[in-house]
């Protein structure tokens, strides 16, 4: 059954306010329990900055899951998604805490994502929806690695200031825009608790951020945003919408392994080079600040959602002229970066 409209805004509703109370209460002990984010050589801030504030989304998510809305979450797939992210979301905190190595959260990200995909029956479902029994098992190889690959992305891009909130929003709002294309309950009744959480929390997370999600958030959206397409009808069919959801964040972390690959760099080292971190470089002439860049990836996913909604739904020159207009938008980001990148070459020692 499709929750209406009305309920479907009860869940953002709930979901914002539960997200945006317990980010705060937790922000406030964080900061007297001295557990802050400190800058350093690395960091995008420079004041410490309480962090744990992923406590709020995980609690904003579960409150909008649990109201009733004409049984949108399957109990079984809606139930094993959240179970998953809750979980992953509890390694990110102890990482926030006491430090994890990556290869330890790997070693927790790889079983979840295999989990998710023969859980929800991602293969069968593909091929009762058409896929061959050969294109359906390599779907969901990928569909596992798509998960890994965008958790890690996704924290990845957690550097400054509303910018991870911020695309979650945008990609949320996207989901409900999908699901109601698609008459798809599941897709709704997880779209709708991101969006609202994620703007609960981006109201604290706006630059002057007050507190910082950390790795619990991130690990948390990062995993609920690459998971709500595999819980559709027809999961093959939303893989190329779910890719333009995201597409700054995928644009961005892929531009820079690339580039950072070409230049010999060590891919697993700790760095400053994406695009994002360039444009927003401290002390920098014609940088920009984290609310400008931040406000721009969200305009830039805010382009994928008709792109996405047109490709699934068959409109095929909207979706082609969606699809020209992000690659000429990826162009001027990237050329943005160079711009701001020989400023600060060309500035005087």
């Known amino acids: 059954m499709i ?11 709930v979901a914002a306010a539960a997200a945006w109370l317990v980010a705060l209460l937790v922000g406030e002990w964080a900061r007297r329990r001295h557990i802050l984010d400190l ?14 504030g992923g406590i709020g989304l995980v609690c904003g998510v579960l409150a909008g899951c649990l109201l009733p809305i004409g049984g949108a979450i399957d109990p079984r797939r809606g139930g094993l998604v959240l179970a998953t992210a809750v979980i992953l979301a509890a390694v990110g905190l102890l990482d926030d805490l006491r430090g994890l190595s990556a290869q330890l959260r790997l070693v927790v990200q790889l079983p979840a994502g295999a989990l998710t ?8 479902r593909a091929m009762a929806a058409g896929a061959s029994e050969p294109l359906a098992l390599a779907f969901g190889v990928l569909a596992a690695i798509w998960i890994v690959a965008f958790v890690n992305a996704f ?27 698609a008459g798809d309950a599941a897709v709704i009744g997880l779209a709708a608790p991101v969006a609202g959480a994620s703007v ?25 945003l690459a998971a709500i397409p595999l819980t ?16 700054p964040f995928l644009f961005d972390t892929a531009f ?32 920009l600040t984290h609310a400008q860049v931040s406000r721009r990836y969200m305009i830039l996913a805010g382009v994928g959602v008709p792109t996405a909604w047109a490709l699934a739904t068959a409109r095929w020159v909207p ?31």
């Open 155 to 181: 924290n990845f891009m957690d550097g400054i200031d509303g910018i991870a909130a911020g695309q979650a929003l945008v990609a949320g709002i996207g989901w409900l825009v999908l699901g109601a294309a």
């Open 256 to 287: 820079t392994l690339v580039r950072r690959a070409r230049r010999g760099e060590r891919l697993l080292d700790a760095h400053r080079s994406h695009l994002y971190q360039r444009l927003s470089a401290p002390g920098v002439s014609g940088a």
């Open 117 to 124: 995909v023969w859980g929800l029956d991602v293969v069968p």
């Open 319 to 349: 979706a082609a002229l969606g699809v020209l207009a992000a690659t000429v938008l990826a162009v001027r980001l990237w050329r943005a970066t160079v711009r701001v990148e020989s400023t600060a070459t060309q500035a005087p020692r």
């Open 232 to 247: 559709a009808a027809d999961p093959v069919a939303l893989a190329a919408p779910a890719l333009l959801l995201v597409w």
């Open 200 to 224: 609960g929390f981006l109201i604290l997370n706006w630059s002057p951020a007050r507190l910082f999600m950390g790795d619990v958030g991130s690990a948390f959206l990062g995993y609920l």
């Open 3 to 13: 929750a209406s409209p009305l309920a479907s805004l009860l869940v953002v509703v």
């Open 39 to 52: 800058p350093n050589a690395r960091s995008s801030h420079v004041r410490p900055t309480p962090r744990l």
